[in-house]
Every structure is written in C-alpha cells, then in structure tokens.
C-alpha cells in the first residue's frame, strides 16, 4: 500500500503544478459476473449472479480515481460479463457513478457488451446505453481516439465504415499533439507478426492498421481484453495490454493503468488496487 500512496503523492503533485500533465487512467475488463460465472463452470453449479468481487475491486478502483484526479478515465471494454443481465450492467453503472464528474468517463464495447453472430456484431446492448461505440476527445494538447475492435475482429462489414472514421479523427491539429487509441482487443500482444489467437486482432488485419497508426504519427496503444498484462513496440510505437480490474487469468493482480502525458512525454505504470 506504501507503494501506491507514494505514487499517488507523486501525480498529485504533479496535477497541482500549472503546467500540469495530461493524466489518463485505463480501467479494463471490470466484467462484473466473470466470477460467478468461473465458479458455476469449474463446479458445475448453477449460476449465481454474485457480483461481490467486481463491485469490491470496481469500487476500489473508483476510490483511487477520485484520489488522484485524472483528467479522463477511459473503460477498454467488458463492462458486463453477459450483455443481457441488467443487472450487471446497473450495478456497473451504480459504482462508477461515483466518479468526480469534473472527470471526462469514456467508453468502448469488449466482446462480452455486445452480441457476437457469424460475421456480424450487434452493439446495440452497448450503445443503448452509451450511444456511440467509439470516442474522440481532444483537449490541452491530447487526442484521444477509442475504437469497437469486436468490429475489426468479427469481421464486421461496418469495420470498412469505422476505418474511414479513425482515418479521419486521427489527424492532428498540431505536430506536437499526442495521440492514444484505445481499443478493446490488443493488436498484438508482443509482436506484430505473431500468430493468431483467441485474444489479438488477426494477423491479416494488422498491418493496415499499423501503417495509419504510422502515417497519422500515433504515439501509443492500449488495450485489455486479456485479463493479463502484456507489452510490445511496433516501429517505435508502445503497444500495452492492461489486465483486468477484477478476474484474472494469469499471475498479474487487479490494476489499472495510469498513463501521464508531460511535455510531450508519455509514460505509464500499473497501479494494483
């Protein structure tokens, strides 16, 4: 707990300064129901919609939030771990509604928000209560673009339509604006050329996606979806993927991300919960 409370005096500090940096926490996969779920299937059991372990670390993260005062926090995706149990989805909306509303609260859709058909994603379990499965904000100098990549990944026809939208808001106002894309499923997650798996965008589809990242001078991406931690560069660009707030699978902890932005500079660390 040391740790944490010192890295926190840290960026508070750092946000009282006037020449403040750009402080972004990424919350990924809260996916209230996983463990339940997890449990019912190991034990074979009936299901039980506990939600006790997401609330606990949600609202932990929450806490942490409000503590250090980002200026966005931004959700990869997951929020619920069955897109029609209204349950998970108020309950999630109950904890994160108190975040400090001086905060901008961002969305995208994981796997487990929307519903997934053969060649097709339907969002509207998302959108019906985010309106828009995709996100744009620009402020002091930081562009901050989030992404439906179930579209990407499920071969969605409507991905060719989200393409041309990022083509679009990935153009800078300035050289010296700096550029994130968040996204749900991680492009890869240690090398571009790795093979294809359950949890990646596919190989097939990286490329072109890298060579706008290229061409629009987009500084660094982030992702969940793995419910672990993992790390890779493409041609000089960070490529994060950030575990779950909640349910693990792996040795990493609960954590969020907190990605600082000074004087051009980005740099993240992982902060357990």
């Known amino acids: 707990m040391r740790k944490i409370v010192l890295f926190l ?6 946000v009282g300064c006037a020449d403040r940096p750009y402080v972004i926490v990424q919350i990924a996969d809260a996916q209230l129901g996983f463990t339940a779920a997890d449990k019912s299937k190991k034990e074979g059991t009936e299901y039980v919609n506990d939600l006790t372990y997401e609330i606990d670390c949600l609202t932990k993260a929450v806490m942490l939030v409000n503590e250090m005062k980002p200026d966005a926090v931004i959700f990869t995706g997951d929020q619920v771990h069955r897109y029609y149990n209204d349950e998970q ?17 961002l969305h995208i859709p994981g796997n487990h928000d929307v ?22 904000l620009c402020e002091r100098g930081v562009r901050l673009v989030g992404i439906n990549s179930n579209l990407i990944k499920y071969d969605d026809p409507e991905e060719e339509s989200q393409y041309g939208w ?19 499923h991680p492009f890869f997650l ?17 490329q072109r996606y890298f060579d706008l990242c290229q061409e629009k001078d987009v500084d660094a991406l982030y992702a969940g979806h793995l419910h672990n931690n993992s790390s890779g560069e493409y041609s000089g660009i960070p490529v994060r ?14 954590s969020i991300r907190v990605i600082t932005i000074a004087d051009g500079t980005i740099s993240d660390q992982l902060l357990n919960i």
């Open 115 to 136: 519903i997934i058909g053969e060649g097709a994603v339907d969002s509207s379990p998302f959108t019906e209560r985010y309106v828009e499965d995709r996100f744009v």
């Open 190 to 206: 240690e090398e571009v050329d790795e093979e294809d798996g359950y949890f990646q965008i596919q190989k097939s589809k990286r």
């Open 241 to 254: 993927t950030t575990t779950s707030v909640a349910f693990q699978i792996g040795d990493a902890q609960p």
């Open 166 to 184: 990022l083509t679009d808001v990935l153009n800078k106002e300035d050289e010296d604006e700096v550029t994130l894309v968040f996204s749900h």
């Open 89 to 105: 989805w108020d309950t999630f909306a109950d904890v994160i509604s108190a975040i400090d509303p001086s905060i901008n609260v």
């Open 9 to 14: 005096s840290v960026v508070l500090s750092l």
